[in-house]
């Protein structure tokens, strides 16, 4: 088991909590006036964008403030009837979904026998993705059998989906059926 | 959902089992707490005392995998003191149905068993017909024959004494519940039965959730606001994806994937009538079909060709459920797979034979936020040798969801909008494009193939634009549906025929984009149209409809049954069901006319199914132990779900009580969601919820020498895992069968990747699925505990 390596300060640092600790400082404390004014110097002039939380099955709405090319804060929707507003922990930390330093930002590739990832174009992974996927279905596939069409490769799998938005999930249905994958499987069941 | 979060705040009487909403679903609880603040009761059944057991009026420990046995007797307490409501029983389920002679129970065995297969010949079960082919009923339920006969004799074997020794949970406690739960029989009252992953992931899951259809009909409690069965969905999407056919024996709206297996399944037309029932919704089956084929065939699919209907694959006589899928992986069966932001490393069953199971691929693509557990399987901190493991892999950045737009929906099968509100983080994509481009890539390389297998492919239709964005727009006209005789978008799926004249990608969503530039996800007036079911914002599938079944919240004469529970009726001046709800019925079918009163219309007769006999073990639900269990089948000598599959060797290791005598089961809380990729890769909640733990009861701790917060571990005959003892009076030892039975319970969440790291929970899980679903057991599994020093 591997411990938990981060002190108090660092998670300070990471989260940006060290910048609002600062502001709250040098406004002496008053923490009503604190309040207000630190959340006037976020949201000011800031995008808000409506969306539903990425995270359970309730669909509570939450506004994304954007500014500078940056999350700055998020909140709950008070329009949207189901949570009015209101959220738990994990839709109050929507933010950090982008501002993580986690976030995987490069398509990387690790070659068979490898020890490491490579950073590689866009271009390159999906052409290289299209190649192996049709050199798996054109030497598995199976047109017939028993004399009844089956149109199938039993070689390549899909599985997820139920973080995706729906038309997406179409996209996969549709591509995956279409190349003939029977190994189609999302969280439905795990 | 029949029902919908905000309707909860209708229920004279919440059963929460198998779920835990204050933690894992918070904002639910505020629809819960308004219905306590109405006067409504909330009961919490779970092995464990949690959040919601501590703002519920009444609390039950069961032991874990015991459901039936709970339940069973529910059944048997509600038929004894005829707390049911009868009129609804009668006319709204197949109560009245006589059973033909084939049917019969002995010693936890349905006829028609086959032991060497362990599968049953379902024809024995088969409902009397008539000359006619309709049932054979006796409205008056005394025929020993009905259904509701068999149904009584079934459960009177259910008595409190044998219930409380299966599942722990004292006699008192268990009159409580049922008392309470039983008086929304009550015309004017209704309860609602809420849970999740705790009631499905059982080898008798799917049993589980037919026991509560069973109570939930029996008091009348479906149709009715405040009523129904709620699933209470854990990802935001998995609602959608499971509409959208991302299982493999489904295609989009839940029509069933043609099979190798079926003879009739050969040819369209053998498919269709094979499964198209000749009364109730399905019977439009044809329609729905031949317009998926369309939309995606188009012009390829005419009515020469079938519709298209041989380039759809069709699977072989196996299963490829998830643990099947990774059994294959794991005997190199498979070259490829793609991962769609999810992470099996973490959060399949038996994980660690999961993870051994990439090794063989030849091929891996991953697309997600993070490197995740699984993306990253052959590194050194993952416990592999990647000198060892040949495994190419390509992980692409996917765009976070805020980053695109879309549409997703919720457990109330609303479907909302999100808008993109900011580009992606770095060179992050959406879903949508790399799928679409994936596709488009695709083409070109079979561009001019004439062999066989580039064909079905060639002939599949891709018009969402040719750069490498997709035209989301299109996507989602295209789930709805057009006329191609006037190139115009469908009204809904009323529209849908079988001639090759309409398109539909998804039939159960068909309406949600009825004209140009009118996307109803897109709603947003939150304005209360009455009963709480705010029409006008989002759409809910289907048709718009928020309380399914609502036809049987009306009497026989289409009159509500109680002024307090109307939600539909039949306007006799207007001539059509009116009220706060869209009819999930024919909105203009006469209660008098011909089906006027088959207030359960997916179903072929109308009405709900007390007795199942498509189920894989049987019409009635019955109680079998888990796959690894303490005690012996008080109720029969068949110990375990007589039709599961057992995967047997190295695969799935099964642990004797005798090595591991303590019930485990793994659990979510609030701060991380499932396997903790998207939430452990955040700095706030790592913090909050920085360690894998193993809860505990004072009791066990006490026998084992274990204080809080002392390192322990945990095994099974799968594997081991350390974790942090976390000591509670949440858990209590179990009195079953005349013997002290401990159980303990772990979060699922942890893994070796993120801010926060820690034992992965699933390593202990077995692999053993329901008889239906083949969803895993993680839900009930032996283990044993000791101090790691």
Redesign the interface.
Same mark, same amino acid.
């Given at each position: 088991?591997?411990e938990?390596n981060?002190n108090r300060r660092q998670?300070l640092k990471?989260?940006g909590a060290t910048a609002a600790t600062l502001a709250i400082v040098e406004l002496g404390f008053n923490e009503q006036k604190a309040y207000a004014k630190s959340k006037e110097f976020k949201i000011a002039k800031a995008?808000v964008?409506?969306?539903?939380?990425?995270?359970?099955?309730?669909?509570?709405?939450?506004l994304?403030h954007?500014k500078d090319?940056?999350?700055v804060y998020t909140e709950g929707d008070p329009?949207?009837? =189901?949570?009015?507003g209101? *959220?738990?922990?994990?839709?109050t930390? &929507?933010r950090?979904?982008?501002t993580?330093e986690? +976030?995987?930002?490069?398509? !990387?590739?690790?070659? /068979?026998?490898?020890?490491k @990832?490579e950073e590689k174009d866009?271009e390159w992974?999906?052409?290289?993705?299209?190649?192996?996927?049709?050199e798996? +279905?054109?030497k #598995?596939?199976i %047109?017939s059998?028993?004399?009844?069409?089956?149109?199938?490769?039993?070689?390549?799998?899909? *599985?997820?989906?139920?973080? $995706?938005?729906?038309?997406?999930?179409? &996209?996969?249905?549709?591509?995956? +059926?279409?190349?003939?994958?029977?190994?189609?499987?999302?969280?439905?069941? =795990? | 959902m029949t029902n919908h979060?905000?309707d909860l705040q209708h229920t004279d009487c919440a059963l929460i089992m198998g779920a835990n909403p204050a933690e894992?679903?918070?904002?639910?609880f505020?629809w819960l707490t308004k219905a306590k603040e109405n006067g409504g009761k909330i009961i919490s059944v779970d092995p464990r005392y949690t959040r919601t057991s501590a703002v519920s009026d009444i609390y039950a420990p069961l032991r874990s995998g015991t459901d039936i046995a709970f339940l069973g007797g529910m059944i048997k307490y509600a038929l004894e003191n005829n707390l049911i409501h009868k009129e609804y029983v009668v006319n709204y389920t197949n109560a009245p149905f006589i059973v033909a002679d084939g049917y019969d129970f002995k010693d936890g065995l349905f006829s028609g068993y086959d032991q060497a297969k362990r599968t049953y010949d379902k024809t024995k079960w088969a409902l009397a017909a008539g000359p006619d082919g309709k049932p054979v009923t006796d409205p008056t339920l005394e025929n020993p024959r009905t259904v509701f006969q068999l149904l009584k004799k079934h459960y009177s074997r259910y008595d409190l004494d044998t219930v409380s020794s299966v599942t722990g949970t004292p006699k008192e406690d268990l009159l409580k519940v049922y008392k309470t739960f039983c008086e929304t029989s009550k015309v004017g009252k209704a309860g609602t039965i809420l849970y999740a992953m705790g009631t499905t992931q059982h080898t008798v899951g799917s049993q589980n959730v037919r026991a509560y259809a069973i109570i939930q009909m029996l008091l009348g409690n479906i149709g009715l606001p405040g009523g129904g069965i709620n699933a209470? +969905?854990?990802? #935001?999407?998995?609602?959608?994806?499971?509409?959208?056919?991302?299982?493999?024996d489904n $295609?989009?709206g839940y029509l069933a994937i043609p099979k190798?297996s079926v003879p009739e399944?050969?040819t369209l037309d053998g498919y269709l009538k094979k499964e198209t029932p000749p009364s109730g919704y399905w019977s439009n089956r044809p329609k729905f079909v031949v317009s998926l084929l369309k939309s995606?065939y188009a012009q390829n699919a005419t009515a020469e060709n079938e519709f298209g209907y041989?380039? !759809?694959?069709? /699977?072989?006589s196996k299963n490829?459920?998830?643990i099947f899928?990774f059994k294959?992986?794991y005997n190199k069966?498979?070259?490829?797979?793609? !991962?769609?932001?999810?992470n /099996?490393v973490v959060?399949?069953?038996n994980a660690g034979k999961e993870k051994e199971a990439l090794g063989n691929l030849?091929?891996l %693509?991953a697309v997600?936020?993070?490197?995740t557990e699984t993306a990253a399987f052959?590194?050194?901190e993952a416990g592999s040798d990647?000198?060892?493991?040949?495994?190419?892999?390509?992980?692409?950045?996917?765009s976070?969801?805020?980053?695109?737009?879309?549409?997703?929906?919720?457990?109330?099968r @609303?479907?909302?909008?999100?808008?993109?509100?900011?580009?992606s983080?770095?060179?992050?994509?959406?879903? &949508?494009d =790399?799928?679409?481009? $994936?596709?488009l890539?695709?083409k070109?390389?079979?561009a001019g193939d004439t062999?066989?297998?580039a064909s079905?492919?060639l002939a599949?239709d891709w018009n969402?634009g040719n750069g490498p964005e997709?035209d989301?727009d299109l996507?989602?006209k295209?789930?709805n549906g057009y006329d191609l005789t006037t190139g115009k978008l469908l009204p809904g799926f009323g529209a849908l025929k079988a001639d090759g004249t309409t398109t539909s990608?998804?039939w159960i969503?068909s309406g949600f984009y009825p004209e140009e530039g009118k996307n109803k996800s897109k709603n947003?007036d939150?304005k209360?149209t009455g009963g709480?079911h705010?029409l006008y914002?989002s759409f809910a599938w289907p048709m718009n409809r928020r309380v399914l079944y609502n036809r049987a919240a009306a009497d026989l004469n289409g009159n509500p049954w109680s002024k307090e529970k109307a939600i539909i009726w039949w306007d006799a001046i207007q001539n059509k069901w009116v009220g706060n709800d869209v009819p999930d019925f024919n909105a203009t079918l006469a209660p008098t006319a011909p089906g006027g009163t088959g207030a359960i219309m997916m179903n072929k007769d109308g009405v709900g199914l007390l007795y199942a006999p498509t189920m894989n073990e049987g019409p009635f639900p019955e109680h079998y132990e888990p796959f690894e269990s303490p005690v012996p089948n008080a109720f029969s000598s068949v110990e375990l779900n007589p039709a599961v599959v057992i995967h047997e060797g190295d695969f799935n290791k099964k642990g004797s009580k005798g090595t591991y005598p303590i019930i485990a089961t793994t659990y979510r809380v609030?701060?991380? @969601?499932?396997s903790g990729s998207?939430?452990r890769?955040?700095? @706030?909640?790592?913090?909050?919820a920085?360690?894998?733990f193993v809860e505990i009861s004072e009791e066990l701790a006490k026998e084992k020498g274990i204080k809080n917060k002392d390192?322990i571990i945990v095994s099974s005959a799968r594997g081991e895992?350390?974790?942090y003892a976390m000591v509670t009076k949440r858990y209590k030892p179990f009195k079953v069968r005349g013997k002290v039975v401990h159980q303990v319970g772990m979060p699922w969440h942890f893994g070796?990747k993120?801010? %926060?790291?820690?034992?992965t929970a699933n390593r202990l899980t077995p692999h053993i699925?329901d008889a239906n679903?083949? =969803? /895993?057991e993680?839900k009930a599994f032996l283990c044993d505990v000791r101090r790691a020093d």
């Open positions: 088991m591997v938990m981060l998670f990471l989260s995008t964008t409506p969306t539903i939380c990425c995270f359970c099955g309730v669909g509570c709405g939450i994304v954007t090319n940056t999350v329009d949207n009837p =189901i949570n009015e209101k *959220l738990c922990s994990k839709g930390t &929507l950090q979904l982008y993580s986690k +976030r995987m930002t490069k398509p !990387l590739y690790r070659a /068979p026998g490898s020890d @990832w866009w992974m999906l052409d290289t993705i299209a190649k192996r996927t049709k798996s +279905r054109d #598995s596939f %047109v059998e028993n004399g009844v069409t089956v149109n199938r490769t039993e070689k390549i799998a899909s *599985l997820g989906g139920a973080a $995706l938005d729906n038309e997406e999930t179409y &996209l996969v249905s549709k591509l995956m +059926r279409g190349l003939g994958v029977v190994y189609l499987e999302h969280q439905a069941r =795990i | 979060w905000n894992n679903h918070p904002i639910s505020r209470m +969905r854990g990802e #935001s999407n998995v609602q959608g994806s499971t509409d959208f056919g991302l299982l493999w $295609l989009t190798a399944h050969a995606w041989q380039y !759809l694959p069709k /699977p072989g490829y459920s998830h899928l294959a992986m069966e498979l070259d490829g797979a793609f !991962l769609w932001g999810t /099996p959060g399949g069953p030849k091929w %693509v997600d936020l993070w490197e052959w590194k050194k990647p000198s060892k493991i040949n495994t190419e892999v390509f992980l692409l950045p996917a976070a969801s805020f980053e695109k737009e879309g549409s997703i929906s919720n457990s109330s @609303w479907m909302q909008y999100r808008w993109k509100a900011i580009d983080k770095g060179e992050a994509r959406p879903d &949508l =790399i799928i679409h481009e $994936l596709a890539k695709l070109k390389l079979y062999s066989a297998q079905p492919f599949l969402f997709c989301i996507v989602a295209e789930i990608g998804n969503y947003r939150n209360d709480h705010y914002w609030s701060e991380h @969601w499932q998207m939430t890769n955040q700095e @706030w909640l790592s913090e909050i920085g360690y894998m390192k895992i350390t974790a070796y993120g801010y %926060v790291t820690g034992d699925g679903t083949q =969803i /895993p993680y």
